[in-house]
Structures are given as C-alpha cells and as structure tokens.
C-alpha cells in the first residue's frame, strides 16, 4: 500500500489527492488483493493453451474434410482464409413460369 501511495504521490501532475483522505485504513482491505487480480494463473494459461490447439485441429479436420470433397468431386481444392467475398449488390430477378393457366412467379436472388 505504501509502494502504491508513493507512485500515485510522485505522478499526481499538478492535481491534488482526493481519495483516499486520511481514512486509508477502511479502504486498505480492497487495495490488499490488487495485484494478484491482473495475474495470469497456470490454470488459466493451460485453458488458453488447450483452446488454441482445439481451434486449430478443428480448422485442420475442416480443411482435410474440403480436400476429401473436392478429390471426390474432381475439382481442385480450394485454399480459403475465412473469408467470403463482397458483393457489389444484390439483384433480384423474377422469373415467370406458366403451369396450367395459371401463372406464379418465383424469385431468384444472385
């Protein structure tokens, strides 16, 4: 806490302290812990660890899965990064089909 105190003093930049004023023991019990809320755990850098290798054979199963479809299909794999090309706009054609007298439209988005 003292450590604290000294830096906030040293850094004030030409404004006064406000908190905390003189009551510092009150508050002393929330400044205690501070340090160790900003910590990285084991635990939790072995849950970071876990998921990067999860995310990564999933993207590895996805791309062997592609690559036996397209040997399958006869085309040539496709290389894709995620992301998916922009369109410059949405047309909408209506194609007109006639069954039986009647008439109904249906709807084609490209």
Known sequence: M????????THLGGFRRVYPNGNE???EKYFENSGSLFQETT?????????RIQREQILAKKQ???????????RKPV????????SAST????????????????????
């Open 2 to 9: 003292d450590l604290l105190k000294k830096y906030e003093d």
């Open 25 to 27: 023991e009150k508050y």
């Open 43 to 51: 635990a939790s850098k072995a849950r970071t660890e876990c998921s």
């Open 64 to 74: 062997e899965i592609e690559t036996m479809r397209a040997k399958n299909s006869g």
């Open 79 to 86: 290389q894709r990064d995620g992301l998916r090309p922009e």
């Open 91 to 110: 047309v909408k054609k209506t194609i007109r089909t006639t069954a039986k007298k009647t008439q109904h439209k249906q709807e084609v988005f490209c």
